[in-house]
């Protein structure tokens, strides 16, 4: 297959086609998200920002990646408005700057995105980016986005309720949270879930989750992972050297 696409061939491309591409080698659909993205077509555009950030299909390039996504989100992307705010959060091709990522976050969840909800709440969580720390109000957009279906916020959620924080203390909410989270891919909430059904002596039930966890887990959350089992008087699991 060519790794070169014409407008033209952009235009043409049936749905069935474009899912064959996706499929194929990420080279060939790298380049029709390319293409695609230079006719000005704003989900392209998110898309090849992307890949651009992740280097798949092409090399990493984050300050291209950026550029994209500011385009995408000139056109309404509200998953470009939100990598926006992602890239200046982490210092993706720009300086960091926590109060120009709040503003693009605060954009995207005004709008609707759960990434955005998600992404502002923690903003609201902390104080960070010039924001008025407000829990309580932090806490209602990690609700709304979980309502949604968002896998990390029912995630978050499930830890105020554990905690007893802003809401009265909650267990069974909480391990309701943590097993939706887990069941939806997300390494917190599996490590959440495994370390509650330990508490609860379930220990074979914890195990099956406990284990799966370091296969997307971030090393950070490891250490704070072992930290927690020895609070709770467990042995550290993943031995992070934390």
Not at 46 to 67: H, K, N, S, V
Not at 201 to 222: E, I, K, N, Y
Not at 225 to 238: E, I
């Amino acid at each position: 297959m060519t790794l070169t696409f014409t407008p033209a061939d952009v235009a043409a491309t049936s749905p069935e086609q474009l899912a064959q591409l996706r499929a194929g080698p990420v080279e060939a659909y790298a380049a029709w998200i390319q293409t695609a993205a230079g006719m000005g077509l704003a989900e392209a555009q998110t898309i090849f920002g992307q890949m651009l950030l992740d280097g798949i299909g092409m090399p990493q390039d984050q300050a291209e990646a950026l550029a994209w996504f500011k385009r995408a989100a000139n056109g309404d992307s509200l998953m470009a408005i939100n990598m926006v705010g992602r890239c200046y959060e982490n210092g993706w091709g720009v300086a960091p700057d926590d109060t120009v990522a709040a503003y693009w976050f605060r954009l995207a969840a005004d709008r609707g995105l759960d990434w955005g909800m998600y992404n502002y709440a923690h903003m609201l969580k902390s104080g960070r980016g010039g924001v008025v720390q407000n829990r309580a109000a932090a806490l209602a957009l990690y609700q709304q986005a979980a309502q949604g279906g968002h896998v990390k916020s029912i995630g978050v959620v499930g830890r105020f309720y554990e905690a007893g924080d802003v809401v009265p203390q909650d267990l069974e909410r909480a391990f309701d949270c943590y097993q939706r989270c887990a069941e939806g891919g997300d390494f917190r909430g599996m490590f959440h879930l495994g370390r509650m059904l330990l508490l609860r002596g379930r220990r074979d039930d914890a195990v099956q989750w406990l284990v799966r966890v370091p296969d997307t887990a971030t090393p950070a959350f490891l250490r704070e992972a072992d930290a927690m089992l020895r609070d709770s008087g467990f042995p550290p699991l993943y031995e992070t050297g934390a």
